[in-house]
């Protein structure tokens, strides 16, 4: 079956422009988390969706958001950018019932210029 | 403060060489996971410990939980340059409401 998939792979903005970010999650999987990977600080949570709705939250600004859609589906939306913002983006699907076993996509590199 | 701290954060070694890499924490986990992930790709999961004291191996790589689930170690016999990559521990924190939380990871570069 197919993976999870994100897109766009890259992008590139200035600093306080928006962005949104897509994943499509592993088919029947009905959760999906967000995280942030940076060479210093490494994979940090951002938030969990499941069924709709936020399940867990990482220590984020506000300006961290994200919404998930009935097919599963979900959007990570980053507003007024900064430049450390930069990085990249990953988004795990998994099956609630298994837990923590979790199915990363390739990410979204972005760039804030 | 990091709740996984790994060891070490860069290894370079040649072909056939043994290693073994550690992660670490003061804080007891339910469960602890071990991923590798290579450029331009996300974390893939290699396996997940849930017993103290459980060991557990995949081909080459043998990974061992600590007997008091803070600790885990990733063992990885005769290394091949396909076993470039990092390595991410990740776990979640007993009494923790599902949250993963992942070790800055260990940069390995085997050379043929």
């Known amino acids: 079956k197919a993976g999870v998939t994100q897109t766009p792979r890259y992008l590139i903005k200035t600093r306080g422009q928006q962005v949104t970010l897509s994943c499509s999650p592993i088919s029947g999987h009905r959760s999906v988390s967000w995280y942030q990977q940076t060479p210093g600080q490494g994979l940090q949570f951002l938030f969990e969706?499941?069924?709709?709705?936020?399940?867990n939250k990482g220590n984020f600004p506000g300006r961290f958001s994200g919404r998930q859609f009935s097919n599963s589906r979900s959007e990570m939306n980053v507003s007024t950018l900064e430049l450390g913002d930069s990085a990249l983006y990953l988004c795990?699907?998994?099956?609630?019932?298994?837990?923590?076993?979790?199915?990363f996509g390739a990410g979204t590199r972005l760039s804030v210029l | 403060t990091q709740l996984l701290e790994q060891s070490p954060q860069f290894l370079s070694i040649q072909e056939g060489e043994n290693l073994t890499v550690y992660c670490n924490s003061s804080s007891v986990f339910s469960s602890l996971q071990w991923y590798r992930q290579e450029p331009g790709e996300g974390p893939v999961l290699l396996v997940t410990v849930v017993t103290g004291g459980e060991v557990k191996k995949l081909k080459r790589l043998t990974f061992q939980f600590g007997d008091a689930r803070k600790d885990s170690s990733l063992h990885i016999t005769a290394a091949q340059p396909g076993d470039t990559g990092l390595y991410l521990c990740a776990g979640t924190p007993r009494g923790s409401n599902y949250k993963l939380t992942f070790g800055k990871g260990t940069l390995l570069t085997v050379n043929p």
């Open positions: 795990a699907s998994s099956l609630d019932s298994e837990g923590m076993i979790q199915y």
């Open positions: 969706y499941f069924s709709e709705t936020q399940r």
